[in-house]
């Protein structure tokens, strides 16, 4: 009968363990989706000029990324009256976009009289890439830990899932710092900036898979408080 007990005792610990191994794995999933989604939009941030700036009919703004920038040409009468600067990128109108040529000959880009700083937006995109990079690594190693019971691949897996999270915040903070000295290349031409709906995405991953990453380093340890915290609430019920 004791036996029973111990060994149903180990059961519902494991189960448990699984069971949040199974959280953790989820997150890694929705971490790398949110990442791969922010990573290829050309929305990370706004740069919008006064709505009259132009003539009383249109204005122009523009959003981009990584790889991408896209001018668009709106409307005023689309905007609404209390903003005082064109935008948001939402709104119908005329869009001209193109790939920066900073990754291929080195050219910075000029965006409304204001250049680029490309070392900046060159870090911002490797940190970015080997972020996504240590995803997918951490994703084949949890692969590999629940399906073939390897315990082993739980450390690899949680190193690659808290430092692509915090490679994701520290791609967010270069990126901004690129736009910052974009804005103070040229002040002669006032721009309003927002960061975009891309870097929220980008952001949730980091979060996402830093708690991943933590579910997965208690799974690892030798004593795993995991199941024993399963095992204590599962004899208690009992």
């Known amino acids: 009968m004791w036996s029973n007990y111990f060994l149903q005792k180990e059961d519902d610990g494991r ?3 699984a069971a949040l191994g199974g959280v953790g ?21 706004e740069l919008s000029q006064p709505k009259h700036s132009r003539n009383n009919q249109t204005c122009e703004m523009a959003h981009y990324g990584l790889w991408k920038l896209c001018v ?10 209390e903003r005082e600067s064109c935008g948001p990128a939402e709104l119908p109108g005329e869009s001209n976009c193109t790939y920066f040529k900073v990754y291929t000959s080195g050219e910075n880009a000029v965006i409304f009289k204001k250049t680029t700083e490309k070392g900046l937006h060159i870090a911002g995109a490797m940190l970015a890439l080997f972020s996504l990079f240590l995803m997918i690594m951490g994703s084949v190693c949890i692969t590999m830990s629940l399906s073939k019971s390897v ?19 520290l791609s ?6 690129s736009v910052l000295a974009l804005l103070a290349s040229d002040h002669s031409f006032p721009l309003h900036h927002e960061l975009s709906w891309s870097v929220a995405c980008l952001g949730s991953a980091g979060a996402i898979l830093i708690f991943g990453g933590l579910i997965f380093l208690l ?3 030798p004593n795993n408080p995991l199941e024993k915290c399963f095992g204590q609430q599962s004899s208690s019920d009992a």
Do not use: N, Y
Not at 27 to 32: A, E, H, K, N, Y
Not at 72 to 81: E, M
Not at 172 to 177: A, L
């Open 15 to 17: 189960v448990g363990a």
């Open 72 to 81: 668009r040409t709106l409307w005023v009468s689309d905007i609404d009256p």
């Open 25 to 45: 794995s989820k997150s890694g999933r929705q971490g790398v989706t949110l990442t791969v989604l922010g990573m290829g939009t050309e929305f990370w941030v």
């Open 219 to 221: 799974l690892s340890l």
């Open 172 to 177: 967010i903070i270069v990126f901004h710092q």
């Open 151 to 169: 315990p082993f691949f739980l450390k690899p897996a949680t190193i690659c899932f808290i430092f692509s999270g915090i490679l994701v915040f």
